[in-house]
């Protein structure tokens, strides 16, 4: 039996996306085309194809308005929040609370001490790799690790296309005789994309929660 040729990921955070925006677009053009009955080989496979393709182009797009701009420029990335050093408005920290959760203050010590005999004094990206090769070199940490990244990509992703969803049936239901149930469509996957969005930055932190304790307390030797 051949190897199924899609990795978790790519069916996650890649095959997911492309066919809920698909979907999206389809019932707004009332083509109706992935409402089928009956797929040959070859429309299965343009389909899937078309899917992973358009799931790329999400995958882009979302990492670069949630990780480089919402996360980037206005929440800051978890490896300065974990020790206590974001930059964000204080009023942005009291609307996330716990994406802004600092490590214990043992748990930063250790790792800070760690990244002392790395030859990084301070937390940051520069921190963030050290620990990161750490974690991956270990395997119960790996496993972890993806699926914390599985989680967080499927995710921000989802968010992304439900907030396209939303904008294309709200444009569907404007249109003359657009269908009326779009617009409940449209507030549904506007809730959705909210909800898949704390749920991107839940396990976005939580990704770098597991790399800097297994840092932090992993002791050498013990990679297993």
């Known amino acids: 039996m ?25 019932q707004a053009g009332s083509t109706h085309l992935l409402m089928r009955d009956n797929w040959t080989l070859a429309q299965s ?64 010590k250790a790792a800070l001490e760690r990244g002392k005999k790395a030859g990084v004094g301070k937390p940051g990206e520069a921190l963030f790799w050290p620990a990161y090769t750490l974690g991956k070199a270990t395997p119960s940490v790996a ?24 904008a294309v049936l709200y444009w569907s239901y404007l249109q003359p005789k657009g269908p009326a149930d779009h617009l409940l469509w449209s507030r549904l996957a506007l809730v959705i994309g909210i909800g898949m969005l704390l749920r991107y ?3 976005y932190r939580h990704f770098a929660v597991e790399v800097f304790t297994n840092f932090a307390w992993t002791t050498e030797g013990n990679n297993s």
């Open 143 to 166: 496993t972890r690790l993806d699926n914390f990244l599985n989680l967080y990509g499927f995710c921000r992703n989802a968010a992304f296309v439900a907030f396209a969803d939303s």
């Open 45 to 108: 496979i343009v389909a899937v194809s078309v899917a992973y393709v358009i799931g790329q182009l999400v995958a882009s797009a979302s990492s670069f308005i949630f990780e480089k701009l919402l996360v980037g420029k206005v929440l800051d990335y978890p490896t300065n929040i974990l020790f206590e050093q974001s930059v964000a408005r204080l009023w942005v920290q009291r609307l996330l609370p716990s994406y802004f959760k600092a490590l214990p203050e043992s748990t930063q």
């Open 201 to 203: 930055l839940k396990f």
């Open 2 to 26: 051949e190897k199924f040729p899609f990795t978790s990921y790519d069916f996650w955070a890649y095959l997911s996306a492309g066919f809920m925006l698909l979907f999206a677009i389809d």
